[in-house]
């Protein structure tokens, strides 16, 4: 059995469905009238609204102490221990750090800010900057790594 599928003008089925054709005769939607007037339903599970209750409750693996504080702890031992944790909670304390680049082009100052992860990445950045000859990406430098 063949079914028959209807085209508008253009050749596609946009705006064939019934829901869709009653919205497109004149007078479906009237000037500033909303399809939704009570928008979107609240969530009714939300992980992050749940931890946050959860982080001010007793925590069972340190006594006295929250969740919160316990996770607190664990993160700076983490941290003291390891440099890449130490990088991570210190640009979630602080903020990433930005580093500002001026260059004059034409008589017209253009600021930029490149954002970097590692002190390797920003010495590479200086170095570029400073007209110095660099290594193409991916290619082994002379300690036999790649940038």
Do not use: H
């Not at 939704?36 to 102490?65: F, H, S, V």
């Not at 929250?66 to 031992?77: N, S």
């Not at 253009?110 to 290594?135: C, F």
């Amino acid at each position: 059995m063949e079914t028959v599928t209807k085209l508008n003008s253009k050749g596609n089925r946009r705006g064939m469905s019934l829901g869709s054709r009653k919205n497109l005769e004149k007078g479906g939607f009237k000037k500033g009238e909303v399809a939704n007037p009570l928008g979107r339903p609240p969530k009714e599970l939300c992980i992050t609204d749940i931890l946050r209750e959860q982080l001010g409750t007793p925590c069972p693996y340190a006594p006295g102490k929250t969740w919160a504080e316990w996770l607190a702890r664990r993160a700076l031992e983490l941290a003291s221990k390891n440099p890449v944790y130490f990088r991570e909670l210190l640009d979630r304390v602080e903020g990433r750090v930005a580093q500002s680049i001026q260059q004059d082009i034409t008589s017209k100052t253009l600021n930029i800010t490149v954002m970097v992860e590692s002190e390797k990445t920003k010495d590479l950045v200086n170095r570029v900057l400073a007209g110095e000859r660099t290594i193409p990406i991916g290619e082994p430098n002379g300690n036999n790594e790649s940038i």
